[in-house]
């Protein structure tokens, strides 16, 4: 499968993708983790056959694969739809924070946080703020351990949303999903509501971490 995907590409290695090699953009199609889209080199006419050919193959997998992956987190053992995985070239997926602190954030801080229900705490690096609401992406525990970090502790934040790449079974866009962001120290499943998707990159709303059994749906 890999060895067709790579004949596919253009093989230009010009890292559009968010990949250094067109083998490393084949082996994050095969995972999930990255989508078609993201090559723009394919969108050119000229590759417009091996755009079908690679959609084939794509979805071939997909078909076989779906059924086979059931997930589950951790610490509730709760049955999540998917994975939620990092956007290309990041290292977790995207929070959006409302905090409460009143001290000024601004793009490229690091913050130190707690998520509301939460008991764990968080580093993440300030990619943008909007309107009092600012969007994160992990970079810590681990990194503090070199001692050296400058942070701004900004207290508890209520987690209003999630943005990455899924894994798993696609939802469609207002769907109320339980999910399991790959980064989550406690591998807890969460839920939301799915308010955009664009292929595999999805934006959730509304997230929960009082996840419990699902309800028996009625027909
Ligand atoms: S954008 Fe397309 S051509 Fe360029 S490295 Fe990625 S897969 Fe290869």
Redesign the pocket.
């Known amino acids: 499968m890999i060895k067709n995907i790579i004949e596919n590409?253009?093989?230009?290695?010009?890292?559009?993708?968010?990949?250094?090699?067109?083998e490393e953009?084949?082996d994050a199609l095969i995972n999930s983790t990255s989508e078609l889209n993201?090559?723009?080199?394919?969108h050119q006419e000229r590759f417009a056959n091996n755009r079908n050919t690679l959609n084939e193959y794509l979805n071939v997998k997909h078909c076989v694969d779906a059924p086979k992956e059931t997930i589950y987190g951790l610490v509730d053992k709760y049955e999540a739809d998917f994975i939620l995985e990092p956007l290309p070239g990041e290292h977790s997926c995207r929070e959006t924070l409302y905090p409460f602190s009143k001290e000024e954030i601004n793009t490229g801080d690091i913050i130190r946080y707690r998520p509301l229900a939460c008991p764990m705490i968080h580093f993440a690096k300030v990619l943008n703020t909007n309107k009092g609401l600012i969007t994160v992406s992990m970079i810590g525990p681990c990194n503090r351990l070199d001692g050296n970090m400058d942070f701004k502790d900004v207290g508890v934040c209520m987690v209003g949303g999630f943005e990455g790449i899924i894994k798993g079974k696609l939802p469609q866009v207002c769907d109320t999903v339980r999910f399991l962001p790959s980064h989550c120290m406690m591998q807890k499943v969460h839920s939301g509501v799915v308010v955009q998707l664009e292929n595999r990159k999805v934006s959730i709303e509304g997230i929960h971490l009082a996840v419990w059994a699902p309800p028996v749906k009625r027909d």
Request: with cysteine; aromatic share 14%.
């Open positions: 590409l253009p093989g230009f290695n010009c890292g559009v993708c968010g990949f250094r090699k067109c953009f084949a993201n090559c723009t080199i394919l």
